[in-house]
């Protein structure tokens, strides 16, 4: 009898030190995330000149979002923020509408998003089937642009690539050619030291006829908030300056 009590004690005795072992241990260590893929960051100016590149490949997309009834729709620039009247091969439809946090946040701000996920092939989506393209957004993220000057962007290009901007210069366009600039005399002639490249896909028709002109060339005072990527600036929204 006084060996099975001794037996008794010492089982007792183990199973307390292993569940206090168990309970003094670290946690299971829970499974590291796995990290998103890289993946090639496009305006969508640059995607709408060759989508066929871009079809069936995981992208992240940087582009004017609509707001209201149509924030479905992306597009490179408009004049306005009702994009009901955008050409549909010149948009991209959002396979899926954004969730109300997102929403939100575009009616307060300037409706510039960069959304991560998959181009589909070319194909019919959205409203009435117009669009001949489409995203399937794993991530979206509102932008707020960051305001610099344009002479520290043409001294430091590298410093802010792969960021919105806001930005005050003078805008000399042709039509197939753009650039920002300290001055252009009336000729439109660019005298000013520093000028960056715009790209002239975006630029609005209603801004760009409304600027001063002299032959094919027009310029004017602007402030542009755009994609800044490679040393060119690609504008979503142009904002002639106030004449005095």
């Known amino acids: 009898m006084q060996i099975y ?3 008794r004690v010492l089982m007792l005795a183990s199973l307390a030190t292993l569940f ?3 309970a003094s241990g670290p946690p299971p260590a829970l499974p590291t995330p796995t990290p998103l893929p890289p993946a090639p960051v496009l305006s969508i100016g640059d995607v709408l000149v060759e989508p066929q590149r871009w079809s069936g490949q995981q992208i992240v997309l940087v ?3 609509g707001i209201q009834a149509e924030e479905q729709v992306l597009v490179a620039s ?3 923020d009702d994009l009901a009247a955008v050409q549909p091969n010149q948009a991209i439809w959002l396979a899926e509408p954004p969730a109300a946090e997102i929403r939100s946040q575009i009616q307060a701000g300037d409706n510039i998003v960069k959304i991560r996920g998959r181009l ?3 194909g019919a989506y959205g409203r009435d089937q117009q669009f001949p393209y489409q995203i399937s957004a794993e991530q979206i993220d509102v932008l707020a642009p960051e305001r610099t000057t344009l002479a520290n962007l043409a ?3 590298q ?3 792969q960021i919105l901007l806001s930005v005050e210069g003078t805008l000399l366009a042709q039509q197939n050619s753009a650039l920002l600039t300290d001055e252009v005399s009336e000729g439109g002639v660019p005298t000013g030291q520093h000028q960056i490249k715009l790209s002239p896909t975006t630029i609005d028709r209603a801004v760009f006829d409304k600027l001063n ?6 310029w004017g005072k602007v402030q542009v908030i755009g994609w800044w990527q490679d040393a060119t600036l690609t504008p979503f929204k142009i904002i002639l300056a106030q004449q005095d």
Do not use: I, Y
């Open 78 to 80: 408009s004049g306005s």
């Open 155 to 157: 001294q430091n290009p």
């Open 159 to 161: 410093a802010l690539d």
């Open 213 to 218: 002109s002299s032959g094919e060339v027009r």
């Open 63 to 65: 582009a004017q979002m």
């Open 120 to 122: 589909s092939p070319p």
């Open 5 to 7: 009590r001794l037996f």
């Open 20 to 22: 206090a072992g168990c």
